[in-house]
């Protein structure tokens, strides 16, 4: 084991180096770049024996990772923002053929306007592409997912596609010492992919077929269960990283300070941190305020939601995206996990960090006062109309 | 009595059992070059007729490793299987693509594009029907001048399609690629020779095959083969090679049989007035001038 | 070798693969069905010049002891072969149902 002082997408690029993929096809796009640069240096410098595919497009560099995976080979892509809507397209070519790819999306905003910054509409629109979706808070847990999502995605019971999510600039470019495992840990966690799912000379296949509606839903119906499957394995693979790495992660969600919380802030990736230090704060003038951080969007960690929320008062959702129209699709998903789990508490949904806008403390200091006070169902952080920013979403920029 | 051509091909049939319309030159192409290649071919077929005619689960009608790519990704997927199988220490293999002609030239283009500039080994074989017929008869960059198609509807204004056919054979070849072809599955013998001296060479190669659709270019499903082999008589297609560099053409036919001939015997040219075909007989000669000029016979 | 009919036509849940990945050359229906016209061998005309194979979209011509055999379960009847064969060794004949 060393330490290194990297960056977001350096970490991730030792992870990926460790997980020792056959073959990597990128695109470059911003911030996802550093990404794809440090991976071509360690196959340049021969620490990485991938082979490095500098594909056309980001179409390209999912079809062309697909391809490798029906070969049978261990398939690596990244991208981002407007990258990962291009690729939209094969994202569910990718998961209906149960190719287990893994992707990392450096979360930024999407155009129009045009913004190079983070926010989470690009990953958080993919919800029903059916990739499993992770959100690292650090370079720590970026680095470690590198290696774990291969694991969970190669399980036979899973065998879906991992996109793992970075916040852009915030986690991508800043700095944090990062241990990194030694090759041979990272072999003993990480066995080579073995598939039945793949071209086969001795035993010839058809693949990527299509399949009418006599058996089309059957199709579908077992890529949802072997999604729903890889909460058991996110658990075991968890066990398993802990045993040789010594680093414990906490599942599909990452509770802090909820058991006896009146209320509590849901949100997910690198903000995190600062609501867990309000969070703090809070409790030193005797608020029981709690951060619950969803690692998971898919699969959704209902009961695991419902769980942490089942004994608070109130609950805010804090989302670095949108649906136009309705709320913050992080929201929507909470609210169903409460629902279903027959939960009825006050919930307001808070808006922000769109386009890379910065969250401050004090607002997360204000969202914590609206959770225990009341506020409208969707919040904008920046536009104060409170009127105008209802439940219609219609609101107006005072700045 | 042997056949020297069908000797030399497998015996096997690789392409079997699908729903292709009676007469379908697209599967006749992927058919004979398959049994070009042999078992240890991979093909990849975009959405198209042929994937949507040879992959219906669980009527699967290839015989050797296939599979379908999304629209546009048949050159890039092509890539990824060449190099996933490499990874895994596969080397006797070929990694074939059949693409239709708006696969190719239009959706398809900027993967094959990449493809060809890093050089990928693998073959690209475009079956070109000039038009989008999967889903109805529409007009794609392959589509040539004066055609009838659901969306260049032949009327009193407009007589069909206003564009020629890009050129996607050049195209290729101005890659550097180290190998291109033209062909027409009315000259088999050729197209055969030609997947066969593809598979010989290392990197990417290209040949564009005239596959005629009787549906969408209203002819009997008994014309497909006569109707390939009159497009090259007639000269507006021609058969030949782009190889280190130069152009070579493979076929001469003497006199050039007649254009007008060839288009009346279709429904999508039915229309054409004599302006229209003088507009289409003046471009085959523009262009037999300049395979003159520039290509070598042999 | 080539795509043959499989006895299994039908698949339950259990049947149905969890990916999108099958044995190659699986069968369950023919295209006899799509046929108004079928081609007929006169073998004594037949030479096996192999022409008609090598030309048939749908591959289901094979040449058995020197002759044309026609693989009626696939033959779409789109009559390229009678067209391709300069002997005159195959005709186009209606179905009869």
């Known amino acids: 084991m060393s330490r290194k002082f990297l960056s977001g997408n350096e970490a991730f690029a030792e992870g990926i180096r460790l997980a020792k993929p056959d073959v990597i096809s990128a695109y470059p796009i911003t911030p996802q770049t550093i990404v794809v640069e440090r991976l071509s240096e360690m196959v340049e410098d021969g620490s990485l024996k991938s082979d490095f595919i500098h594909v056309e497009s980001e179409h390209s560099a999912l079809s062309c990772a697909i391809g490798a995976s029906a070969a049978g080979a261990r398939a690596f892509t ?71 999502s291969w694991r969970i995605a190669e399980d036979k019971r899973v065998s879906t596609p991992v996109m793992v999510n970075l916040d852009g600039f915030v986690l991508t470019h800043t700095y944090e010492t990062v241990e990194i495992p030694e090759q041979a840990q990272a072999d003993k966690f990480l066995p080579p992919y073995v598939t039945d799912n793949r071209i086969d000379f001795a035993n010839p296949k058809n693949l990527a077929f299509s399949a009418g509606p006599d058996t089309n839903y059957i199709f ?129 949904n808070f808006i922000g960090g769109l386009g ?44 | 009595m042997a056949n020297p051509t ?43 007729c042929m994937s949507a005619v040879g992959f219906n689960f669980p009527q699967l009608c290839f015989s050797n490793n296939s599979i379908i790519s999304t629209f546009a990704g048949t050159a890039s997927m092509l890539t990824g299987i060449e190099a996933g199988l490499r990874a895994k220490g596969y080397s006797d293999f070929t990694a074939v693509g059949f693409a239709g002609d708006g696969g190719t030239a239009d959706i398809g283009i900027q993967a094959l594009s990449g493809a060809i500039a ?91 095959v005239i596959a005629p659709c009787p549906t969408g270019w209203g002819i009997q499903p008994d014309e497909t083969v006569e109707i390939a082999k009159e497009v090259v008589d007639c000269g507006l297609w021609y058969l030949a090679e782009y190889e280190n560099g130069e152009f070579t053409l493979n076929h001469k036919p003497k006199d050039f049989s007649s254009v007008e001939a060839y288009l009346k015997k279709q429904g999508r040219f039915k229309h054409l007035d004599l302006d229209d075909i003088k507009t289409i007989i003046a471009s085959r000669d523009k262009k037999w001038a300049y395979i003159e000029k520039n290509f070598a016979y042999r | ?23 190659a050359g699986y069968l369950v229906t023919v295209n006899s069905g799509w046929r108004s016209i079928r081609p007929v061998i006169d073998t004594g005309r037949c030479v096996g010049c192999e022409q008609c194979y090598l030309y048939c979209p749908d591959g289901v011509i094979s040449i058995q002891n020197g002759k044309a055999v026609i693989d009626y379960d696939f033959c779409k009847g789109c009559g390229i072969c009678a067209k391709i064969c300069k002997i005159g060794a195959i005709g186009m004949e209606a179905e009869h149902k």
């Open chain 1, 356 to 399: 890379g806008r910065n969250i401050s403390a004090g607002e997360i200091g204000e969202i914590f006062a609206a959770i225990q006070s009341g506020a409208n169902s969707v919040n904008f952080l920046g536009i104060d109309d409170a009127e105008k920013t209802g439940g219609d979403g219609n609101g107006k920029s005072n700045s």
């Open chain 1, 78 to 148: 990244a991208t981002s923002s407007q990258g990962l809507l291009y690729m939209a397209e094969c994202l569910y070519y990718a998961s209906g053929g149960r190719f287990p790819i893994v992707m990392m999306n450096a979360d930024r905003s999407t155009a129009l306007p045009w913004n190079i910054y983070g926010d989470q509409r690009d990953s958080l629109s993919q919800l029903d592409s059916g990739w499993i979706q992770v959100y690292a808070e650090n370079a720590q847990e970026a680095l470690d997912l590198a290696l774990m």
């Open chain 2, 118 to 208: 890093r050089n990928d080994n693998i073959i690209y074989i475009c079956d070109d029907n000039e038009a989008y017929m999967n889903t109805g008869i529409q007009k794609s960059g392959l589509t040539p001048f004066g055609a009838r198609t659901t969306t260049t509807p032949a009327g009193s204004n407009i007589h069909g399609n206003l564009r020629p056919k890009k050129n996607m054979f050049e195209i290729a070849a101005a890659h550097g690629i180290p190998y291109a072809a033209t062909a027409s599955v009315g000259y088999i013998t050729d197209f055969i020779k030609k997947v066969e001296k593809a598979s010989k060479i290392q990197g990417t190669k290209y040949i564009h």
């Open chain 1, 220 to 348: 579908k119906y077992k890529a949802h269960t072997g999604m729903l499957a890889a909460k058991e394995v996110v658990a075991e693979t968890e066990t398993a990283f802990a045993e040789i790495f010594g680093r414990q992660y906490s599942g599909l969600l990452d509770s802090y300070r909820t058991e006896d919380a009146e209320i509590i802030l849901v949100t997910l990736g690198s903000i995190a941190g600062l609501c867990r230090e309000v969070t703090d704060r809070l409790r030193a003038h005797g608020i029981k305020a709690g951060v619950v951080r969803i690692r998971y969007m898919r699969p959704f960690p209902n009961e695991e939601i419902a769980a942490a929320l089942k004994n608070a008062k109130a609950f805010g959702v804090l989302e670095k995206d949108i649906s136009f129209g309705n709320e913050g699709t992080v929201f929507t998903n909470v609210n169903s996990a409460l629902q279903k789990a027959g939960i009825h508490i006050p919930g307001y």
């Open chain 3, 1 to 23: 070798m080539k795509p043959y009919l499989r006895e299994q036509k039908a698949f339950s849940f259990d049947d149905v693969p969890e990916n999108t990945s099958f044995e």
């Open chain 2, 6 to 48: 069908a000797e030399k091909l497998s015996r096997d049939e690789y392409f079997y059992g699908h729903k292709a319309c009676a007469g379908c030159g697209g599967s006749l192409a992927v058919r004979a070059a398959l049994k070009v290649l042999g078992q240890n071919a991979v093909s990849v077929l975009p959405a198209g």
